[in-house]
């Protein structure tokens, strides 16, 4: 079954840190651009982090010197570090795996809570 699963979600207090996880199953994710999205209540999804399958990484102004994306392609993964988060951090979290050829190929995960409170 072709999934992304993401994982590491949960309530952390301002300035503390996570880590998010995206596994591919049933495909590889090497040739695939992933970007990780957040959506808050109320809002629309915005785009956080990506990088492209050439392994090019950027990142939202809002994110730039807090969140890391790494990818372990052994693991067939990608991860998103998030340092000094903050309460605005707070929101639903998704990746996405995407392959340009002749045709677009998009996978989404189910997405994961992230809570920034105290």
């Known amino acids: 079954q072709v999934q992304l699963v993401e994982s590491g979600g949960g309530l952390v207090q301002p300035g503390g840190s996570l880590r998010l996880s995206c596994t591919a199953y049933g495909f590889t994710l090497d040739n695939y651009a992933i970007g990780w999205f957040r959506q808050a209540p109320g809002k629309e999804r915005e785009g956080v982090a990506a990088i492209t399958g050439g392994g090019i990484i950027n990142y939202a102004d809002s994110v730039k010197g807090r969140f890391t994306l790494s990818r372990d392609n052994a693991k067939n993964t990608v991860y998103l570090q998030m340092n000094s988060l903050k309460p605005e951090d707070t929101a639903v979290y998704y990746c996405?795996?995407?392959?340009?050829?002749?045709?677009?190929?998009?996978?989404w995960g189910q997405g994961t809570q992230v809570t920034v409170s105290s």
């Open positions: 996405n795996a995407r392959l340009q050829t002749i045709v677009t190929t998009d996978y």
